[in-house]
């Protein structure tokens, strides 16, 4: 069952993605695979054991289209080379649990979008929206919360 969460501003520092739309079912779990072998390169991590997704469902800008996949930093500090930081506004989700495989993430968005409309809220498109992982070395049994940004 869905339910509503404000979460604070998240700092966030990883690897961002670019790819066509059904590349990314693939290649996500390549990056989230890099970043959990080099994340003892990233100073202030908050939870080795959490990694975030970003990403903008309409973004507008070359700066806004992508995936990011990240781990949340209590402050930015020496940041390797070849990652990137990306800062979250303090925002509010409507936000799902899903635990299964990556390829039913689609399913479990149209489930949580239709609980949105629903229940009267509006999906942010042009805002970061989130997915935290607390499982994701398989991609056949992932454990991510769903957090879409809703106004």
């Known amino acids: 069952m869905p339910e509503i969460k404000h979460c604070t501003e998240i700092k966030l520092v990883g690897i961002r993605m670019l790819c066509q739309g059904d590349e990314y079912l693939e290649e996500i779990p390549k990056a989230s695979r890099q970043l959990s072998e080099r994340s003892d390169e990233i100073t202030n991590v908050v939870n080795r054991?959490?990694?975030?997704?970003?990403?903008?469902?309409?973004?507008?800008?070359?700066?806004?289209?992508?995936?990011?996949?990240?781990?949340?930093?209590?402050?930015?500090?020496?940041?390797?080379?070849?990652?990137?930081?990306?800062?979250?506004?303090?925002?509010?989700?409507?936000?799902?649990?899903?635990?299964?495989?990556?390829?039913?993430?689609?399913?479990?968005?149209?489930?949580?979008?239709?609980?949105?409309?629903?229940?009267g809220y509006k999906r942010l498109t042009d805002k970061g929206h989130l997915e935290v992982f607390h499982t994701w070395t398989d991609s056949h049994d992932i454990d991510v919360e769903l957090m879409d940004t809703i106004g």
């Open 49 to 119: 054991s959490l990694q975030h997704g970003a990403f903008v469902v309409d973004n507008h800008s070359e700066k806004d289209d992508g995936y990011w996949v990240c781990v949340e930093v209590s402050d930015y500090e020496n940041i390797p080379s070849d990652m990137v930081s990306l800062t979250i506004p303090s925002q509010r989700y409507a936000v799902l649990r899903h635990k299964g495989s990556n390829e039913k993430i689609r399913e479990a968005y149209s489930e949580l979008h239709q609980w949105i409309q629903e229940n």
